[in-house]
């Protein structure tokens, strides 16, 4: 027997729309939602006669884009038909970017989901824009077989984005796209709703068979019809098991049989094959003879560079080393947006302690958030107060657990500031005498526990906390233990 050694082998093509308020070459509305064939005009029909006018914004958009992706941003890029029939391309072609596409070699690197700490990086061929074809919508309920075309999304402005087959796992390929998705919300180019069409992704995958000391490749498939993260996933896990099963019967390999198109049916859980995948000389592509190559200037450039602000990588990496936060813990901030990263810093510059302020974060803020289906941008307790608080437990004087109660109490009394909330709640320090009186009595109510310590087993004494704080709230419960140690210790 063999010992076969199988990698799998993804590459990602992403269309993303693009945040503009028309069409990539009329002035057409790109809002979703509209009734059908309410947002077209003669040039994204295609009638005969109308001529295309570039959208600046799309183009700047996907400049910020590529930059972000490490990308060369071409000095003359242009714009090529490629020609095909569909019903939902009434033009016959679609304006794309054949081989001078807008951003060139880059890469996204993104936290490697099977190690905390280390990180994958996946290199990119290209990003290019487009403009999006139609919605063709077949209606195959009982007795009709209807179909009907929308094409108010027609010339809708895309960016695909393409990667070197550099991912290995499914879980990789999500997380490829979860920072994908994450970078483009920061750079606000595209608001990413899967949902809603806005981000498409596609998979090539096949796999890579060691066998009799030679290595064997299946033939690459092209996953469509990946609708959201899940998907891709599950995609992926089927895909990669069917080549495998297929590879066992057949003996099929790359170069038998040329490249595949199958789609991904999401209630069947399985890929099902569609129209053989043409090359790219079947599109005849040529120079679209209506649009004048396109410049970019350094000026444009730099004003890109400009509107890129601080990106996921490099806050994670500032949260690690200058806040000293746990990989996962600078994670979680960062997956939740400028808004949250932005409240962090605030409560730090306040002067709490980062690592305070990011549990309190996950834990409290998150919680609150999502309970009210709210956002960060809308929360009633600001990042100042909220460290106020902070400082307060850290210097003692307010345990973290009457610190949640204030926390609360701030949730149910927006705008109090801090010594109101200890006022309404009664919190108050507790001096030394009382607190030894609360232990003593404490420790004739459990003498069980008494006889623990004085065997050495220190266990018991947390037993009292619960007990002390019905007794009074606003005590300590590290002086608890410390006070009821010594008690027993003394006698
Ligand atoms: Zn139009
Ligand atoms: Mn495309």
């Known amino acids: 027997m063999n010992e076969l050694q199988i990698k799998l082998v993804i590459g990602l093509e992403v269309h993303v729309q693009l945040s503009t308020e028309s069409k990539l070459f009329c002035g057409c509305s790109v809002a979703f939602g509209a009734p059908?064939?309410?947002?077209?005009?003669?040039?994204?029909?295609?009638?005969?006669?109308?001529?295309?006018?570039?959208?600046?914004?799309?183009?700047?958009?996907a400049i910020r884009t590529g930059l972000a992706l490490h990308c060369e941003i071409a000095e003359v890029t242009k714009w090529d038909r490629k020609n095909y029939f569909y019903p939902d391309l009434p033009k016959g072609y679609q304006i794309s970017q054949f081989d001078q596409p807008i951003c060139g070699e880059g890469y996204l690197q993104f936290p490697d989901p099977e190690r905390e700490g280390h990180s994958l990086r996946v290199r990119l061929i290209r990003a290019h824009l487009e403009e999006d074809a139609g919605k063709s919508m077949h209606d195959e309920s009982a007795g009709k077989a209807d179909s009907r075309i929308d094409l108010n999304r027609t010339g809708t402005p895309l960016l695909e984005i393409v990667s070197y087959p550099d991912l290995n796992s499914p879980q990789a390929a999500k997380a490829f796209l979860t920072e994908l998705r994450l970078l483009l919300t920061y750079l606000g180019v595209s608001d990413c709703n899967m949902q809603e069409g806005s981000l498409r992704a596609d998979a090539n995958v096949n796999l890579h068979i060691q066998t009799d000391g030679r290595t064997v490749a299946t033939p690459i498939v092209e996953v469509k019809n990946l609708n959201s993260f899940r998907a891709v996933e599950r995609a992926l896990v089927y895909e990669s098991q069917r080549q495998y099963q297929q590879w066992q019967k057949t003996g099929e390999e790359l170069g038998e049989a040329p490249k595949q198109t199958r789609g991904w049916d999401d209630a069947q859980g399985v890929t099902v094959p569609q129209r053989e995948k043409e090359e790219s000389s079947d599109y005849r592509y040529f120079p679209d003879p209506d649009l004048v190559p396109l410049r970019i200037s350094p000026e444009q450039l730099d004003a890109a560079r400009e509107q890129l602000g601080e990106l996921p990588a490099t806050i994670r990496q500032r949260l690690e080393t200058e806040q000293k936060l746990k990989p996962y813990d600078a994670d979680v901030i960062v997956s939740q947006g400028r808004g949250v990263v932005e409240y962090f810093d605030r409560a730090v510059a306040a002067g709490a302690a980062a690592k305070r302020v990011s549990s309190w974060i996950q834990q409290d803020v998150l919680r609150t958030l999502n309970e009210n289906n709210s956002t960060i941008e809308a929360f009633s307790l600001t990042a100042e107060r909220l460290?106020?608080?902070?400082?307060?437990?850290?210097?003692?004087?307010?345990?973290?657990?009457?610190?949640?109660?204030?926390?609360?109490?701030?949730?149910?009394?927006?705008?109090?500031?801090?010594?109101a909330a200890k006022k309404a709640l009664g919190i108050e320090s507790v001096d030394l005498g009382e607190m030894e009186t609360l232990c003593r009595e404490l420790l004739d109510e459990n003498p069980k526990i008494v006889a623990q310590v004085q065997e050495g087993n220190l266990k018991g004494l947390g037993a009292l906390i619960g007990a002390a704080k019905k007794k009074n709230p606003n005590v300590d419960p590290k002086l608890v233990r410390q006070v009821c140690q010594q008690i027993i210790e003394a006698n």
């Open 387 to 419: 460290a106020e608080l902070l400082k307060a437990i850290d210097s003692g004087d307010i345990d973290n657990s009457r610190g949640k109660d204030v926390f609360q109490y701030w949730m149910e009394h927006p705008g109090t500031d801090l010594p």
């Open 36 to 61: 059908p064939n309410t947002q077209v005009c003669p040039v994204c029909l295609g009638h005969p006669g109308s001529l295309p006018v570039m959208n600046r914004r799309a183009v700047e958009l």
